[in-house]
């Protein structure tokens, strides 16, 4: 009998698909050499069926003065079965593959509070752990530089850049970059910048922004991908097969790779103690950009910082196993300083981390560690696709982020959200990102950052909730007018529910205070 806290099974062991109608019993490449099941990796996930192609949903329309409208954009990928299925698919997988470790390591909450723990401290003395930093890289002959926002960066970036006569940068996956908008900046400037990571690649390729934060073209199918590769490589745009399209890319991206005046990483961590920092990748295209290019640049986060070198085994061992569900990457890189004929410049980065940390409700953020486990879990997300969001940072932790960057844009994501408290219990960091996203709406509200009518509504839901008998009284009318009222007066334009095309649920017999006066709390009837 399978517990409560155990995943569905089908018959072969495997966890249950969401959506059975993908399963597939062809999984050859979940098989070694020798056609063995592997008992890693790909071989943990059931074998998924490609879907017939079908258009490929965009993202969030963006408007200068309007704020993002997460609804209509979930809505448009909502009606693209396929791709949604798919995506749902994928991220509960990775979400299982999660479970899996944690129930693997008897000390797994231990480390989850000493990954905090360790965070916290560092926030706290965040000056004097920058200071650390700074002198160490410096004595490794490493270049500082400090940034007060992106455009800052996006500037020293340029000067470096330009001060070595480099017209083409080859960029690991960063958060920051995107962040920033490196990649415009660059075009502006004459600069070419290739991506090297392949799901950054891709999006790169369809002029699109990533969706997810570990894996960022999840939201495409693969006949998406083959597309985009036959409309700016030169494929054949009948051939899906995954693993001709990455060859394909990297036979085409390999020489890009080795003409590259300069490369850029991002970092995972910085360790204060060592003046040293650590980039954790699968594909080893960190190690290309720094080391294959004489000229390495790393953009950090201020919130990247660790105090000591020992501090590290607790986030690596969480980071992978929260993010895709393996032990550890396949490549934990550490730099120290730059190569022999070599150079390596740092960009520290503030963005309105310092801000944030001085804000009391929500400081706590600055503790991501960027593992996507709060966006793999999400119920929302998984349904709603990651350009829905349209902002750098989607899912649960993006609206917590998205608001510091621009409060009125994304004053409207923090509402997509059920509150369900997932994505805090997946945290490795322990940030309790569902009570931060309610501390959002409560702070968008107070400020009247939010539209006239969603005004009105919260106003006049606080009434009711703060008044007991109206309470009870609107409840019972609203349930008198279901029973009562034809379906064309309820499947109205201005009823969003069925606006969808779905039937309004049947009134309850009773309501919970009924039933509760009714039986004495429960108390009758019982042996």
Known sequence: MTGPDEPRRAEDGLPALLHEELHTADDGAARSASGERLSHGEGTSRPLSPPAAEPQPRGAKLYHRKPVDHNEAAMRFIDA???AEM???????LRQKRDRQMHGLVEWEELRGLASAIKQHTLSNLGDYLEQFEAQARANGIHVHWARDGAEHNRIVHGILADHGAKNLIKSKSML???TGLRDYMAGVGIEVVETDLGERIQQLDDEAPSHIVVPAVHKLRSDVAQVFADKL???PANDDVHYLAEQQREKTRPLILDAD????????AVSETGTFVVCTNEGNADLSANV???HIASIGIEKLIPRIADLGVFIRLLSRSALGSPITQ???????PRNGGEMHIVLVDNGRSARLGEPEFWQSLKCIRCGACMNTCPVYRRSGGLSYGATYSGPIGLILDPTF???RYSTLPFASTLNGSCTNVCPVKINIHEQIFAWRKALAETHDIGLGKQALMKAAGTLLSHPSLYRTAVAAADGALKVLPSFALANPLNSWTARGRDMPDAPKETFHQWHKRTNGGKEGQS
Do not use: I, Q, V
């Open 177 to 179: 970059t995107e962040e």
């Open 234 to 236: 030169g494929t054949d």
């Open 331 to 337: 490549y934990t890189s550490h730099f120290r300083g």
């Open 81 to 83: 079965p396929r791709h």
């Open 293 to 295: 290019p004489p000229l």
């Open 262 to 269: 300069a490369g850029m990483t991002g970092a995972n961590f």
């Open 406 to 408: 621009n409060r009125k």
């Open 87 to 93: 995506h749902d698919e994928r991220l509960w997988d």
